[in-house]
């Protein structure tokens, strides 16, 4: 994160960079930390409520315990997204105040929305936790099919106003004001939103499946093998395995609308300089800014034409279709792309191994290799998470609303941000170790079924 | 009133709410941390985290509620509020997430050393979090807040006398909020001694935010005479009377013993300061910029309402049917979730026998189906390139996780078998 805030520093003027350096790299930090406990929001209490309606269809202790424990685990990680929120939605005015007060009419109602999404998810939440063995068996699973309902229009809100951000429409501006404003058609007609969400709501099923996955795999190579540990297993991992795959689908999908929308980010992602027909990939290598090409890279000719529009000669448009102020840091953003897919396609394939073996043999996998992929699995899909977002948010740069407000403009004129961010980081690092603390010791924790 | 004003009473009734709900959740980690040492002070502190463990969340999503319909209405307030105030914010941001931490880790806490300790941790913030808040109160109401990203300045803007007695206040009406409150959670808890205990605090910080709230009103005289003036003469006078007349009912209910009554008025007399302070304040929002003036456009505002009145209409149900349980005792107890002892299996289903997830058929037959929708996904989604088109392609890679879910699930997942029926329970993580 830091690397991407440093590199970013270089397009900016100097005037500007003081409190936008801080700025960017509190906001960083605030969602990497937040964005992988939306992904257990939204992903984990479909495998929690599936453990438990399993436990009461079968009968089998084992199934209610691991129900149990999760909800624990589960509830601890949605509190501290909670405060988490809280501070993202501080950092809306304290970071951006020009963006919130230019634009807060026009893409607010996403968020207005959004609390609504995430209030009923705090009050189900509440009930399904402290209703465990206190309401009926039926009533209790009742009580998550809200917070499962709610995770998924969180998201959705919460993707409608970043889709709205990079593919702004809904509004004229006129000098510094917004006029003929339509929220309802600014976040919700928008072409560029709906891969957006698919391939968020995906990825928190993939982090969520395959860090847990990641836990047990490892709890395996030490030989806690049981019927408890296989099932703690069996149900993230099966999810994850099915999931992973289809990302890539998605992926592809989301790619074409860049395309079609953002060429200059899709230049950036591809680092392609020069408009071109015929236009190739490059896998690794270094985008050389002077020469406008990507220098020892592996070149795959008239793969980006193919993928991007379906035709080999399709002209794809490069970075110098626009000047060079209005262009993000590329290897920053290309860096993190081939991050993202080459971790992407490893997962995938971890998946599709699991699955063949799931079903040609009946039985887990039972090579120690097997397993210990799934523990890297774990940290690699929260990395390929982070670098997906860092793909399309620094791949806007140097834009906050696309085309109409540069990220410069919108920051806060107010001086002390950096000792916020420093204050930022020493709460952050203390929640980080109370929340591993408490997770080891929800872990060992006696619950009874 | 107008269009213009509509959400600015949404904003009102958030506030309110916020501070007459999630006000008495910092309180109670007031009284907390002064519980003192010992088996009786162990039982308070274990009251006051049962009370507010199920609910404070829900609580403390009124400050978003009140943050997204104040950018999304009133974008230009916002901002200047947001950037001028950003010390005090900033500082009450860090309150809460310190005070959502300790929600978290108390959860976990094994021995009464820890959860001491995670108690004073969580009162500093609980004191940090309502005063900063009324400290950028104090900020607007007093004028200290000009139109413009971070025009005003960073410090006197919230540390001068009116924000030094708002978040007094706002510290004192919290701690007499959890008390009131507390006092009735432990009769319905069946603890009498604990209600005792917390009724002398309910009457001394009931004194204390009436000494504080008489004193506001010298303050306001001297640094926001404007606000002074409409609280003692114009439209904030009937607030301020109510507010007053709440307080003081409260007392004598508290001094009665009658609870569920006084539960309601020291929340009206917490409420009718923020009306007072509205009434006293409008039409101004901040110096030159009245609400009218800040307000969103037409479409906008619309749209804000809509979405609070259908938002309202799914979340008052819902908040209604977690207090009821909360308050009937049904979700809370002695301890927090996951220490309770299974209930007798008089309320649990009959165990159906051992079966299988799905049967070996079924799941080959389930395998092909969910290869075909990951055929026809592709298809859709990766092949052709219309909307239309990309929504079936999703809609089957979906059905290809749900299909392909059960198909390759373990079968045999939760049967129990003969030779694992005499494994340890599960000891891992």
């Known amino acids: ?449 | 009133m107008t269009l213009a004003d509509v959400p600015m009473l949404f904003i009102l009734a958030g506030l309110i709410a916020y501070v007459t709900l999630a006000g008495p959740d910092f309180g109670a980690a007031v009284w907390q941390v002064t519980a003192g040492r010992g088996k009786e002070s162990e039982r308070l502190r274990d009251l006051a985290h049962d009370a507010m463990a199920p609910v404070w969340e829900a609580n403390h999503v009124w400050l978003i509620f009140v943050l997204t319909v104040m950018w999304t209405s009133y974008p230009t307030a916002f901002g200047s509020i947001a950037s001028t105030l950003c010390v005090a914010l900033f500082i009450a941001g860090l309150g809460i997430v310190v005070r959502g931490a300790a929600y978290a880790l108390r959860s976990g806490a094994g021995d009464l050393h820890e959860q001491v300790r995670i108690d004073a941790a969580s009162a500093v913030s609980s004191i940090l979090t309502p005063f900063a808040l009324g400290a950028a109160i104090g900020g607007v109401a007093s004028g200290r807040v000009p139109v413009g990203n971070a025009a005003g300045d960073l410090i006197t803007s919230w540390i001068n006398p009116t924000s030094l007695i708002t978040g007094a206040i706002a510290v004192a009406a919290s701690a007499y909020l959890a008390a009131v409150f507390l006092s009735a959670d432990a009769i319905r808890l069946d603890q009498p001694d604990l209600s005792e205990a917390f009724r002398r605090r309910a009457l001394g910080s009931g004194v204390v935010a009436g000494i504080l709230a008489a004193a506001g009103l010298v303050v306001l005289h001297d640094d926001a005479y404007r606000i002074y003036h409409g609280l003692v003469s114009g439209d904030g006078l009937p607030a301020l009377i109510v507010s007053a007349l709440a307080g003081v009912g409260t007392l004598a209910l508290v001094v009665l013993r009658r609870y569920e009554p006084a539960r309601y008025s020291a929340g009206l007399a917490v409420a009718a300061i923020v009306v007072g302070w509205a009434l006293a304040q409008k039409p101004e929002l901040l110096p030159g910029l009245t609400v009218h003036q800040a307000a969103a456009s037409h479409d906008t505002l619309w749209a804000v309402i809509i979405a609070v009145i259908a938002g309202g209409l799914i979340v008052f149900p819902s908040l209604a049917l977690l207090f009821r349980l909360t308050l009937l005792g049904t979700l809370r107890g002695a301890h927090g979730p996951g220490h309770v002892a299974a209930e007798p299996a008089a309320t649990a289903p009959p165990r159906p026998g051992p079966r299988a997830l799905v049967d070996a058929a079924t799941q080959g037959l389930l395998a092909r189906v969910a290869v075909a929708c990951l055929v026809v996904g592709f298809g859709f989604l990766s092949v052709l390139d219309a909307g239309w088109a990309h929504a079936i392609g999703v809609v089957a890679l979906f059905a290809f996780i749900v299909v392909g879910f059960f198909a390759a699930l373990p079968r045999d997942l939760g049967v129990e078998r003969p030779e694992s029926s005499t494994e340890a329970q599960g000891s891992g993580p």
């Open chain 1, 1 to 449: 994160m830091l690397a991407v805030a440093n590199d970013l520093l270089a397009v900016l003027s100097p005037g500007e960079q003081e409190h936008l350096d801080s700025a960017r790299q509190m906001q960083a930090l605030s969602f990497t930390v937040h964005i992988p406990l939306v992904c257990f929001g939204t992903a984990f209490p479909i495998m929690v409520v599936f453990a438990e309606w399993l436990g009461h269809r079968t009968g089998d202790e084992h199934l209610r315990l691991l129900a149990r424990r999760w909800t624990r685990i589960m509830v601890a990680l949605f509190a501290v997204g909670v405060i988490t929120g809280t501070i993202l939605s501080f950092e809306m005015g304290l970071l951006w105040p020009a963006f919130t007060a230019t634009f807060g009419s026009v893409f607010g109602l996403g968020f207005a929305i959004e609390g609504f999404s995430f209030f009923v998810e705090a009050i189900f939440i509440g009930m399904y936790v402290y209703g465990w063995n206190r309401l009926s068996p039926r009533l209790h699973m009742l009580t998550a099919i809200p917070i499962i309902l709610t995770g998924f229009t969180g998201s959705f809100m919460v993707i409608a106003v970043n889709g709205w951000m990079n593919h702004p429409s809904g509004f004229r501006l006129v000098g510094d004001h917004v006029v003929a404003v339509h929220p309802w058609r600014a976040l919700f007609d928008n072409p560029y939103f709906w891969h957006e969400l698919v391939h968020m709501y995906l990825a928190g099923y993939i982090v969520t499946g395959f860090v847990l996955a990641a836990v047990y795999g490892f709890g395996w190579l030490r030989g806690r093998r049981g019927r408890y540990e296989r099932a703690a297993l069996a149900i993230p991992l099966t999810i994850a395995a099915l999931a992973a795959p289809v990302q890539i689908l998605v992926g592809d999908w989301a790619a074409r609308d860049v395309a079609k929308y953002q060429p200059t980010k899709l230049a950036a992602l591809e680092g392609l300089g020069r408009t071109q027909k015929g236009a190739p990939v490059h896998i690794a290598g270094w985008y050389d800014s002077g020469r406008e090409e990507v220098r020892y890279g592996i070149r795959i000719p008239k793969a980006l034409s193919f993928l991007a529009f379906h035709d080999f000669n399709a002209t794809v448009r490069g970075l110098d279709a626009v000047a060079p102020e209005d262009r993000p840091p590329v290897n920053v953003v290309r860096y993190a792309f081939q991050t993202m897919v080459g971790i992407g396609t490893l997962l995938a394939l971890l998946g599709v191994f699991y699955l063949v073996v799931r079903v040609r043999f009946r039985r887990l996998p039972e090579s120690v290799w097997f397993y210990r992929a799934l523990v890297l699995a774990g940290p690699l899909s929260f990395v390929a998470l982070i670098a997906g977002w860092v793909t399309t948010e620094v791949g806007r740069q140097p834009w906050v609303v696309y085309g109409y407000m540069r990220t410069a403009q919108a920051v806060t004129g107010a001086a002390p941000i950096r000792w916020g961010y420093a204050a930022l980081i020493i709460v952050y690092a203390s929640v980080a170790v109370a929340v591993v603390w408490i997770l080891r010791r929800l872990a060992r924790s006696e619950v009874s079924a």
